[in-house]
């Protein structure tokens, strides 16, 4: 399995606004070969941003390296360019190759 995650340090004020940007999209990752699971997810609240990132995880680098180059990939960012800043300059992207994955079988299900 492999990991992809871009960072991004949003300003405190637009924290709303990115949130749902992403929350209202329509996501296309599903129709994308080697798709596991995508989360956005928002950490710590630091002096003059928000960290957040954008995590995916897919089955091999080669199917991530794929949808970079999918059109599916360039629809998901024909708008990403924004219009008002609502980050401290570019996302920054960071790509893991899993070593060791554990899970709940069950994870998940309503017990
Ligand atoms: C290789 C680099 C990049 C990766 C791996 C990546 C990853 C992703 C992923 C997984 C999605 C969700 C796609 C979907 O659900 O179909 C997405 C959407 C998005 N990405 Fe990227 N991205 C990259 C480059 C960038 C850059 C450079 C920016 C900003 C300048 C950016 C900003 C966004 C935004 C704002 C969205 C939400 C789409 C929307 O507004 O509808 N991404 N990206």
Not at 44 to 65: G, K, M, N, Q
Not at 88 to 93: A, F, I, V, Y
Request: charged letters at 25%.
């Amino acid at each position: 399995m492999y990991i992809a995650m871009n960072r991004f340090k949003v300003l405190k004020e637009a924290r709303e606004d990115f949130e749902q940007r992403w929350l209202g999209r329509q996501s296309r990752l599903d129709e994308v070969p080697g798709f596991v699971a995508f989360h956005l997810l928002r950490g710590p609240e630091r002096e003059d941003h928000v960290l957040y990132s954008s995590h995916t995880v897919w089955a091999s680098e080669d199917d991530f390296i794929a949808w970079t180059k999918s059109e599916q990939f360039r629809a998901a960012h024909a708008g990403a360019g924004p219009s008002k800043p609502l980050t401290l300059g570019p996302p920054e992207l960071e790509c893991f190759e899993v070593v060791q994955a554990l899970e709940m079988p069950t994870a998940g299900q309503p017990r």
